[in-house]
């Protein structure tokens, strides 16, 4: 049976990776005099600058090397959270495109739009659509305190219920005979100029989780130097 809310990859909801008796302060102790100096200077550098004020909804995506593209992207420009309202078919991620990014990059599929909406309203963001004809422009973005940008299936579009959710819409400015971009391109765009001007924001427990799932998936064989430690403990 699938849940309300379900998370596809993100190791920082239900399913933690070292299992639920481990607190990310513990798993930090054990594993982190494993991991190279350089090594603990870059997860804590990149962690520092994680958004919880930005997040993505995507509608119905269908091409695994897109969502693969828009995790790249969240990655790249230091949001954490994505969310997907699949409609006829999963969401699916092309590895050879998100090249790693989508351990780094928390994905909640919901089971219909309704449960994305209240969600979203839940964690006081703002919902903007992606429309050839907004009233915004992308550098607009910053300016909004907790910002949902909104993506559309590939071929149909964003659904009339996510539309009209949508309090404004944003516009990429083009010069050309184009109208559109790929979502892929259109995300990279936008999540650009909607973080420019933001400083990481995510709180101290979220911090310290991102950390602990960095050091878990840089030392090797941690789970069972983990186990190891369990079983001394006990």
């Known amino acids: 049976m699938r849940r309300e809310s379900e998370d596809v990859f993100a ?13 990310a302060e513990a798993v930090i102790a054990v594993l982190e005099p494993m991991v190279l100096e350089a090594r603990r200077a870059r997860l804590l550098e ?12 995507m509608d119905a995506p269908h091409d695994p ?8 992207s969240c990655d790249a420009f230091g949001v954490q959270n994505v969310h997907v309202v699949p409609r006829h078919e999963e ?3 092309s590895g050879n495109v998100a090249k790693g990014t989508e351990r780094w990059v928390d994905v909640t599929r919901h089971v219909s739009t309704e449960h994305a909406l209240s969600t979203l309203a839940d964690r006081g963001f703002e919902l903007v659509a992606t429309h050839p004809k907004g009233e915004l422009v992308p550098d607009d973005l910053a300016a909004i305190p907790r910002l949902c940008l909104v993506l559309g299936n590939e071929h149909d579009g964003i659904a009339h219920t996510l ?7 944003v516009r990429i400015p083009m010069r ?9 391109v259109s995300a990279a ?6 973080t420019r001007q933001r400083g990481g924001d995510l709180s101290e427990p979220e911090r310290h989780l991102l950390y602990a799932r960095g050091l878990y998936a840089t030392v090797n064989r941690a789970a069972e130097i983990l186990a190891a430690g369990r079983a001394s403990a006990s």
Do not use: M, Q
């Not at 090397?65 to 790249?72: I, Q």
């Not at 539309?163 to 819409?169: I, L, M, Q, V």
């Not at 005979?177 to 892929?184: A, C, K």
């Open 11 to 23: 190791p920082s909801g239900t399913r933690l990776p070292w299992g639920s008796d481990w607190t």
């Open 46 to 57: 990149v962690i520092a600058s994680r958004l919880g004020s930005v997040t993505l909804l």
């Open 65 to 72: 090397h897109n969502g693969a593209a828009v995790l790249r």
């Open 91 to 93: 969401f699916l991620v």
């Open 163 to 169: 539309t009209a959710a949508a309090t404004r819409s």
């Open 176 to 184: 050309g005979f184009v109208e559109s971009l790929n979502v892929s």
């Open 189 to 194: 765009v936008l999540l650009a100029a909607a």
